[in-house]
C-alpha cells in the first residue's frame, strides 16, 4: 500500500484549495504537491466537507481532567488529548488558570514533557541546534523523526491532539473582573517584586514595594500605578510566578529571563528531570537549546504595575536582532511582520481603550473571551476593549513587530457567554482576526452536578435559570452564583453555533453542486455557492486564524504542502465530525464510534 493518501470526491471549506484532491504523505505526516510516481492510497470523502484540523487556543481540560491541579498527572492529559480528535481538534494550546507556584511547577513540568515529546518545538523561521525549519519556514521540529510531530502517538499507538505550548491565563489579572479565577493568586507582573492585588485590583498596600520608577496614569476606568521598569528586567516575574519550567521559555535571540546571572534565578543552575535524562538549563540556554514555544499565550491585564514593560519583553522574546533574521524585514502595510515570540493577550481587565490600544502597540496580539471579564461596550465614554474590534490600520506599526489594525480576538459561541448577535457582529468586523475558543473545563465530557476548577467550587446546569443569568444549553457556573466558569461546549459545537449565528444554511451545502435545471439550478448553484464562501470564512476561525495568531501558519490550520496533513472531514447537512486524520492516518471515525 502507497503511504501517500489521496482524499477526493469532498467539498473544499476552508480558502486556498484549488483542484479537486489532496495528498498527504503518511511516511511524514505532511500535505505534498502531488502523488509522486507511486499509486496513492484513495480515501473518498464521498461528498463530506474536507477541513485543515481545528486549533484550539484556550482549552482548561475535559473528561473529569483538570490541568490546574497538583494532581493531575500524564496519562490523565494523554487521555484528554486522544479524546480531543472527537471534536475534530488536532492541535491545543493547554490552559492553566491561576494558580500557585507549586500548581504551575507540577503541571507545567508535565506538559513541557508532553510538549517536547510532541517534537513541536521553537518559532516559526527561527533556528535551534539540532533542528531543522519545516518546509515554507515553519515551526520547528526538535525530533529526530519529524513525523513524530505530525503524528503524535507516544509510541503507543493512540492518536492524540499535538500540544502546541501552553496558555498560561493569568495570574496578572485584575481582581475586578477576576471571573472564576481564585482571588488570592492575582498579582501583578511588576518588576522588582511580585505584588498581590488589593480588593480594588491595584497593588495592594501589603504588596511587595517595587523598585523602579514610577508614575501614575488613569486609563478611564480606574487609577493605576505602573511600574516603569526596563525591559531587561520585566521577564523576572516568569519564573518566580510559574516555577522552573518558563526559565527558558525564550528563544535563541531572546534576552532570557534572568539577566545577568545566565538564566538561573540568584546564579543557580536548575537541573530538571525528565524520565532518564537531567538537562541543566544553564547549558540548555548557552547551547541555544532554549525552550522556545513552551509558553506560547499569556493572557494578563495590561493595567497592572510592569504589565506593558512585560508585553514588549515577551512578545519580542524570540525576535532576531536587526539584519539577523526574516522577522527584520518590514512588511509592506496591510502585512502582519512575521511573529516569533510569545502571544500577550488582554484579558480579565478594567482596562479602557486607550490603555489596550498602547497594549496593542507594545506587542499585545489577541484578546482573551472578547466580551467576558471586561467591561461592555459604551458609545459615548470610554468603549473600552471591545472597541479593538474598530482599531484602525496603521502602517507605522510594523517597525515594532506591533499588528496593525484590531488584534486577534478570541470567542466562547457555546450559547452562554456570548449572545448569538453579539458574536455574529464581532465575527463580521473582523473576520481575518476572529479566533474561536472553547475555554473547556473539566466538565466537558463529563455529566451535571458539582464539580470543581481549580481551587473553585463550580456547578454544572443544564439550561435552567441561575442566579440573574439564564444560560441556554449545558453550562458552567461557580458554585452558588451565576459567575461563568468556563465552558463545556467541544469547539466543533462552537464552530456550529457561528455558522447559525451569521445565517449558514447548511441544506444548500447539502445539495448537489448540478442538482435542479434552468432557473432552480442557477438558485441552487447560487445558494450553495454563498453558503460555502460564509462557512470557509468561519471555519478560518479554527483553523488559519488561531495558527496565524501563534505565527504557525506554515504548520498548522492549513493544508498547503509542508503543513502538518491533519484533516477533518464534516456531514455537509450537519456540519457534524465525520472522520478525522492526524498526520494522513485515519485517528477517529465516528462510524467506529457509534
Not at 6 to 20: K, L, T
Not at 122 to 137: F, K, L, N, R, Y
Not at 141 to 170: F, K, S, Y
Not at 444 to 451: E, I, K, N, V
Request: aromatic share 4%; net charge negative; proline share 7%.
Amino acid at each position: 500500500m502507497s503511504s501517500t493518501l489521496r482524499f477526493h470526491n469532498f467539498i473544499a471549506g476552508f480558502e486556498g484549495h484549488s483542484g479537486d484532491e489532496l495528498f498527504v504523505d503518511a511516511t511524514t505526516g505532511r500535505v505534498v504537491a502531488g502523488g509522486g510516481t507511486a499509486p496513492a492510497t484513495d480515501v473518498d470523502c464521498r461528498g463530506a466537507v474536507l477541513l485543515p484540523g481545528f486549533v484550539d487556543l484556550q482549552f482548561n481540560g475535559a473528561f473529569n481532567v483538570d490541568f490546574s491541579t497538583q494532581t493531575v498527572a500524564a496519562d490523565d492529559i494523554d487521555t484528554v488529548l486522544a479524546g480531543l480528535l472527537q471534536f475534530g481538534v488536532t492541535s491545543v494550546c493547554p490552559t492553566v488558570i491561576s494558580s500557585s507556584r507549586a500548581t504551575y511547577t507540577h503541571t507545567l513540568a508535565i506538559f513541557r514533557q508532553l510538549w517536547r515529546a510532541s517534537g513541536v518545538h521553537g518559532w516559526a523561521g527561527a533556528a535551534v541546534s539540532g533542528t531543522e525549519p519545516a518546509p515554507g519556514g515553519g515551526l520547528l521540529l526538535g525530533t529526530p523523526d519529524a513525523a513524530a510531530a505530525a503524528q503524535p502517538t507516544r509510541g503507543d499507538g493512540v492518536a492524540r491532539a499535538r500540544v502546541l505550548g501552553m496558555h498560561l491565563e493569568g495570574p496578572f489579572l485584575n481582581l475586578g473582573r477576576k471571573g472564576a479565577h481564585a482571588p488570592g493568586h492575582l498579582c501583578s507582573p511588576a518588576p522588582e517584586g511580585t505584588e498581590r492585588l488589593g480588593a480594588s485590583g491595584d497593588a495592594s498596600s501589603e504588596a511587595v514595594p517595587a523598585v523602579g520608577t514610577t508614575a501614575t496614569c488613569t486609563d478611564g476606568s480606574s487609577t493605576v500605578s505602573r511600574v516603569a521598569g526596563e525591559a531587561d528586567n520585566a521577564l523576572s516575574c516568569m519564573p518566580r510566578v510559574y516555577g522552573p519550567a518558563t526559565q527558558y521559555l525564550m528563544g535563541p535571540h531572546g534576552s532570557g529571563s534572568s539577566g545577568a546571572s545566565g538564566g538561573a534565578v540568584g546564579g543557580s543552575t536548575i537541573a530538571r528531570s525528565e524520565g532518564t535524562a537531567t538537562i541543566s538549563a544553564q547549558a540548555g540556554a548557552a547551547s541555544g537549546a532554549c525552550d522556545a514555544g513552551f509558553v506560547r499565550i499569556v493572557t494578563l491585564a495590561p493595567e497592572l504595575p510592569g504589565a506593558l514593560p512585560l508585553i514588549r519583553a515577551l512578545s519580542a522574546s524570540s525576535r532576531p536582532p536587526a539584519g539577523e533574521g526574516a522577522s527584520a524585514a518590514t512588511p509592506d502595510a496591510g502585512v502582519d511582520a512575521p511573529f516569533t515570540g510569545v502571544v500577550c493577550s488582554i484579558g480579565h481587565t478594567t482596562a479602557g481603550y486607550d490603555c489596550c490600544d498602547a497594549a496593542v502597540s507594545a506587542g499585545a496580539r489577541l484578546v482573551t473571551h472578547m466580551f467576558n471579564a471586561m467591561a461592555p461596550l459604551s458609545h459615548r465614554g470610554d468603549p473600552g476593549p471591545i472597541a479593538l474590534l474598530g482599531r484602525p490600520e496603521s502602517a507605522g506599526a510594523h517597525a515594532s513587530g506591533a499588528l496593525s489594525g484590531p488584534p486577534y480576538f478570541s470567542i466562547i459561541t457555546d450559547g452562554a457567554h456570548v449572545h448569538p448577535a453579539a458574536a455574529a457582529l464581532a465575527f463580521r468586523a473582523a473576520p481575518h482576526r476572529c479566533v474561536l475558543v472553547t475555554d473547556a473545563m473539566p466538565a466537558l465530557g463529563a455529566g451535571l452536578g458539582p464539580t470543581r476548577y481549580g481551587d473553585l467550587p463550580v456547578m454544572i446546569h443544564g439550561g435552567v435559570e441561575v442566579g440573574d443569568g439564564t444560560y441556554p444549553g449545558v453550562h458552567a457556573v461557580v458554585a452558588g452564583t451565576s459567575t461563568l466558569a468556563g465552558a463545556v461546549a467541544p469547539l466543533d459545537r462552537c464552530l456550529r453555533n457561528l455558522a447559525a449565528a451569521v445565517g449558514i444554511d447548511a441544506r444548500a451545502l447539502a445539495a448537489p453542486a448540478s442538482g435542479g435545471s434552468g432557473a432552480d439550478r442557477s438558485a441552487t448553484a447560487y445558494a450553495r455557492e454563498g453558503a460555502l464562501k460564509a462557512l470557509r470564512a468561519v471555519v478560518a476561525t479554527v483553523t488559519s486564524n488561531p495558527a496565524c495568531c501563534l505565527g504557525l501558519q506554515h504548520v498548522i490550520g492549513s493544508l498547503e504542502p509542508g503543513c502538518f496533513g491533519d484533516v477533518v472531514l464534516l456531514d455537509p447537512a450537519s456540519l457534524a465530525v465525520v472522520q478525522v486524520f492526524l498526520g494522513g492516518r485515519l485517528a477517529w471515525n465516528r462510524a467506529a464510534a457509534c
